[in-house]
T-cell receptor
């Protein structure tokens, strides 16, 4: 069964600190991996999309890495801000049919 | 501004009633999707449509129905047959080009449905 597992389930950090969120997947075959940010009560917003051949992609203070051999991805947030408080969702796409498998998300809270 | 609009933001339904959630996009995207989000679970696909007048069941279609009469609109009806409809519903759209692996999804802001 294709699965996407994220860790930790929740995380609290102080403003200005860095953090790394993890995503392990078993989806095969694999097309691309996406990271989304979802604020409470809102729809997810895309942060990065990486294909099989890409190892890293950045979007401002967000940097995603991908190891397709070990089926692992991480999202690194640098110099966190209060506005980074949200759920971060890892999504893996299989080829054709636009089939997406969603992780359950990591709930991040940034405190003063 | 281009985007997806979902309405209403909050919806209350009495048991036994059908309700319809609206989703409209002006992105000229071919494909549209409905997802359900429950606490502690990943998004689950209800229905999707890749072209007008055609749609396919997703993983949890029972108790739901959709239509795609216009490219811009993809309403979802939650019927009385859906036994546990309380959830957060998200509509999304995307360009459909199978050879383009970098296509993005655009999500709406969601509708929270509560059975009272």
């Amino acid at each position: 069964k294709n699965q996407v597992e994220q860790s930790p389930q929740s995380l609290i950090i102080l403003e200005g600190k860095n953090c790394t969120l993890q995503c392990n997947y078993t989806v095969s075959p694999f097309s691309n991996l996406r990271w989304y940010k979802q604020d409470t009560g809102r729809g997810p917003v895309s942060l990065t999309i990486m294909t099989f051949s890409e190892n890293t992609k950045s979007n401002g203070r967000y940097t995603a890495t991908l190891d397709a051999d070990t089926k692992q991805s991480s999202l690194h947030i640098t110099a966190s801000q209060l506005s980074d408080s949200a759920s971060y969702i890892c999504v893996v796409s299989a080829p054709l049919r636009n089939k997406l498998t969603f992780g359950t998300g990591t709930q991040l809270k940034v405190e003063l | 501004d281009g985007g997806i609009t979902q309405s209403p933001k909050y919806l209350f339904r009495k048991e036994g009633q059908n309700v319809t959630l609206s989703c409209e996009q002006n992105l000229n995207h071919d494909a549209m999707y409905w997802y359900r989000q429950d606490p502690g679970q990943g998004l689950r696909l209800i229905y999707y449509s890749q072209i007008v007048n055609d749609f396919q069941k997703g993983d949890i279609a029972e108790g739901y129905s959709v239509s795609r009469e216009k490219k811009e609109s993809f309403p979802l009806t939650v019927t009385s047959a859906q036994k546990n409809p309380t959830a957060f519903y998200l509509c999304a759209s995307s360009i459909v080009r199978i050879e383009d692996a970098n296509y993005g999804y655009t999500f709406g802001s969601g509708t929270r449905l509560t059975v009272v």
